[in-house]
C-alpha cells in the first residue's frame, strides 16, 4: 500500500482532467494523517491554488474560528477537497471533474481512517453521502456508508454570505467534536 506522501506525489502529477492545465498548485490535503476527523470540501478556491492548502481563505480562516471554539486543532484534523485543482471562476466541480478526482480522495480516507469523516458543504455530502442530500435539513446529521460514519455542515463560504446559519454550523460542531471524544454513541 502506498503512502499519504506517495499518493500526494502521484496526484501532483495527475492530468486526468483539463483542470491540471490551469492549476498553480494542486491542492492535496492537509493536516494529521492519523487524525480521528476528516473535513472534505467541494474544491479549491483561488487563496488554494495559491498556497497549495485547502481552507486557507477567508472560508478557511473561519473554519478555523469553529474549529478553536469546540477545542479541535487543526493540526489533529485533516482537511481535504474532492477536487484537487481549482476550477474556473470557483464554479461548481462538473461530475467528470469529480470523478476523475474522487479516487484520490478514497485513497486519502483509507490511508488516515478518520473516525469521522465531516462533508463541508451541499456539494461533498451530495457526492460522499447521498446524491440527493439537503444541506437545510440534514446538515449534523450522522450516516453510515460502508464502515464510515458521516455528517455534513454548512460550508464556511455559506455562512459567510448567510450569517444566520452560523449558530447551526455552532452546534453542528459542538455535536462532532463530542463524537470525537466519544461522548457519543459510535
Known amino acids: 500500500m502506498q503512502s499519504l506522501s506517495e499518493l500526494e506525489q502521484k496526484c501532483r502529477s495527475c492530468t486526468r482532467c483539463a483542470l491540471s492545465e490551469m492549476r498553480t498548485n494542486c491542492v492535496f490535503g492537509t493536516g494529521s494523517p492519523t487524525a480521528d476527523v476528516m473535513f472534505v ?39 481535504a477537497n474532492i477536487l484537487k485543482c481549482r476550477p474556473p471562476q470557483n464554479r461548481d466541480p462538473l461530475p467528470e471533474e469529480q470523478d476523475a ?42 450516516f453510515t456508508k460502508n464502515e464510515y460514519t458521516l455528517t455534513a455542515v454548512y460550508h464556511p463560504a455559506a455562512l459567510l454570505r448567510d450569517p444566520a446559519k452560523k449558530e447551526a454550523m455552532y452546534e453542528d460542531m459542538k455535536t462532532i467534536a463530542s463524537y470525537i471524544r466519544g461522548e457519543i454513541a459510535r
Request: aromatic residues 8%.
Open 41 to 79: 470540501g467541494e474544491a479549491p478556491g483561488a487563496k488554494e491554488d495559491e498556497s497549495g492548502i485547502p481552507f486557507v481563505g477567508m472560508a478557511g480562516k473561519l473554519l478555523d474560528k469553529y474549529l478553536e471554539a469546540v477545542g479541535i486543532e487543526r493540526s489533529q484534523v485533516y482537511i
Open 101 to 142: 478526482c474522487i479516487e484520490y480522495l478514497r485513497e486519502q480516507v483509507r490511508l488516515i481512517e478518520p473516525k469521522i469523516i465531516v462533508c463541508l458543504g451541499r456539494i461533498a455530502a451530495m457526492r460522499l453521502i447521498k446524491p440527493d442530500f439537503l444541506i437545510t435539513k440534514e446538515h449534523g446529521v450522522f
